[in-house]
């Protein structure tokens, strides 16, 4: 296999890019902004996607025609910025359920993938192939147990914190440092707009997590009932296609898991009684690694 290979996820809160050279190995990284669909404008994913594809060329030290094969979990954008910078390899696109089983070190799409990052979503693929998607829905009518929903919690609790109408909570200060205001609704009007701002919602779910460390109960019970949603969603989907005896994995990807053991214990209590031979395994290698890996793999097969 000659030559280098790129791979690049978009996610609701960055853009992850990775170039492997002909060996395998990591050899250079970027980070851009947010870049999924959902979240994001196009204008603004084209940037993110433009700035990480930049940085990680630069970090690698090569050419952008020396780059032979490249994936991405975002078709449509990608082909048009690698027309704008003069990648000539086609990108080829992969399903986040493919990325996250790839991220875990499984080969074998069979199990459930669990996303929770901005937004939430599960997806099972059956012993025969089948696949099944669950969530997913949005900030509106979904993506429970995501950092969306864990932030959006959160700040509910400041504000109601702040009123009285809640027991006190560290949240409240978050909130007034994350948002530059000492007065909770003065911070929330940052977030009054035409449209819900997913990232800078979900950006908060980092500072619920500091809260709950601290050993704030509010705080604590937000990521524990977002752990409890997660895993109710996961054996939702597992049962369409697993019985109590079969084994197979339970793949956690996403930024939300970055909490540990405080959101993954709710979701093992869950899931554990229901399929004792399941594994919950942890997503922990790079997205855009992950992808690359996938194209790389493709292309020996080819």
Request: glycine fraction near 14%; include cysteine.
């Amino acid at each position: 296999m000659q030559g280098y290979t790129l791979g690049i996820d978009g996610g609701g809160t960055k853009t992850d890019a990775v170039i492997l050279d002909a060996q395998g190995n990591v050899v250079g990284t970027g980070v851009g902004g947010g870049s999924n669909a959902n979240f994001t404008p196009r204008r603004s994913a084209a940037a993110a996607f433009r700035r990480a594809i930049k940085d990680a060329i630069r970090e690698a030290g090569i050419s952008q025609d020396q780059i032979v094969r490249a994936g991405c979990t975002f078709g449509a954008v990608a082909a048009a910025v690698f027309k704008e910078l003069e990648i000539a390899a086609e990108p080829r696109g992969f399903s986040e359920y493919a990325v996250a089983f790839e991220r875990a070190g499984i080969d074998e799409l069979r199990g459930i993938a669990l996303i929770a990052g901005t937004g939430s979503s599960c997806v099972g693929i059956g012993p025969d192939g089948a696949v099944l998607a669950a969530g997913g829905w949005g900030p509106i009518f979904g993506d429970e147990g995501s950092a969306y929903d864990i932030g959006l919690r959160g700040i509910k609790q400041a504000l109601l914190a702040q009123e009285g109408r809640a027991s006190n909570t560290l949240l409240t200060e978050e909130m007034g440092d994350y948002f530059g205001h000492n007065r909770a609704r003065k911070a929330v009007r940052k977030l009054f707009d035409n449209k819900v701002n997913q990232p800078v919602i979900a950006g908060f779910a980092v500072r619920v997590s500091k809260a709950a460390a601290a050993g704030d109960q509010v705080a604590m019970d937000i990521i524990e009932s977002a752990g409890e949603t997660l895993g109710e969603l996961a054996a939702f989907v597992a049962r369409k296609f697993f019985d109590e005896q079969d084994g197979f994995p339970f793949v956690l990807a996403g930024g939300v898991f970055n909490i540990g053991k405080p959101v993954i214990g709710p979701i093992r209590a869950v899931l554990r009684p229901q399929f004792p031979n399941s594994q919950i395994v942890i997503a922990d290698m790079r997205p855009g690694e992950a992808v690359a890996r996938l194209v790389a793999r493709e292309d020996t097969k080819c």
